[in-house]
């Protein structure tokens, strides 16, 4: 699992990267908030106390002090402004006391997504789960605009909020709401045509990078790149009622026979998915890689589809696809002509004019059915650092993700780890998983038989 990044992101200009205005933009049609769990010992501390430091802490850390303005032209792309602390950013939900309400009650929270014109971020308490994985605990859940921050920038958020050790001071002021002066929209039209000749320059390379890059790849010097699976019955619209599990376990557990933890859980997700689906032909899994930070943006990361054999009986064999499969999808990822048709790309991107590129997400139909995925399902897989985060005066005991769904999968996974344990998140949609429950025991099921035969 890639780490988490150890360094905020600290913008230039208050203007938001291209990438981040897009996943801005992109929300209004599939919702991806963000919802990090962390699940604290319970202790001495008065829960008041707790929640008041924790709006300390949050006026000093920078991701939490922003929200999107949007220009007043449309010319320009919306900018990042200063946030005023927000009473009602945290809540304390006191009703919920057991565990399967805690993660009915996360579920549910998923159709609320935050405004990240008025607050990026909210924080979900849940003090006293009487029967939380390792007994009785309090389960704090950060939910994050997908704007805001990446994975792993958003657990270096989670981190700077559930941490003590000591932050920058907080913002004087909150920038007032309104409108931007009329100088920022004769300057934003002016740039229009700037942006244009740019962006086509910026293609002329970024045909150039993409033909080394096949040139490249016919000649067996780069991996080729994976391709597209047939659609199942995962891949379909979350129109029933979704559902959140987790699979607490120590990390060493995931690790039989020297495979990496991603690798041991793509390898069990395709024995649980090969009997979940009764013997498909092909599946592939979408993972989630980190990449080289761009300036200014606070989402790095792209999407690789990943084999998982169901089709090779055995389990070691299999195993060895996946890993060899995952190695190659990242070689590819990483290689120099690679990076260099990406980030021409990404200069293509950067020079779009703000009006074309909301033009363009506004033309995305999420009812419109692929026919074919990289991916049946997703895996994210981020390591959230030591377990020295504290909630209430109790030590961190782990933490969990929820990838969000969308229009054509039902089923996703997230894989976090923090300290010596690891917990699988499983969202899924009564759509394509009718029975949740039956899900998680096949994949714990799964996991132990991938542990019985890398041993």
Known sequence: MPRARADHIRPKSTRLHPSDARAYWMASKIPSDQFLLYCFDSGSEDLDTEVARLHERSGRIEVLRRRITESACGLDYPR??????????????????????????????????????????????????????????????????????????????????????????????????????????????????????????????????????????????????AHSRALTTLDVAPTGRTSVRTIVLPKADLQSGGTTVTTFVLTALSVALQRLLEDPADLAAEVTVARDARADARNNFGNVGVGLFPAEPDIRARSRLVSADLAARRTRANHPLSQAARAAQDDVEAHVPAFLAEWGVAQFDPTAVPPTVTGNTVVSSVSRGAADLTFGGGSVRFTAGFPALSPAMSLTHGVHGIGDTVTIGITSNSAAVPDPDLYEALLRGALDDVRTALA
């Not at 039209?189 to 080394?212: E, H, K, Q």
């Open 80 to 225: 990042w402004t200063e946030a005023g602390p927000r009473s009602d950013a945290i809540s304390v939900q006191r009703n919920t006391s057991i565990w399967s309400e805690c993660l009915d009650a996360i579920a549910a929270s998923f159709a609320s997504q935050v405004d990240p014109r008025v607050s990026v971020w909210h924080l979900h308490l849940y003090p006293n789960i009487a029967d939380a994985p390792g007994g009785t605990a309090h389960v704090a859940v950060l939910q994050l605009s997908h704007a805001a921050a990446d994975g792993t920038l958003a657990a270096r958020t989670a981190r700077d909020l559930f941490g003590t050790h000591p932050l920058p001071p907080a913002s004087a002021r909150a920038d007032p709401p309104g409108v931007f002066e009329p100088a920022s929209t004769i300057v934003a039209a002016a740039t229009v045509p700037l942006r244009l000749a740019r962006m086509v320059r910026g293609g002329i390379r970024a045909r150039r990078d993409a033909l080394s890059l096949g040139r490249g790849t016919d000649s067996g010097e780069i991996p080729p790149p």
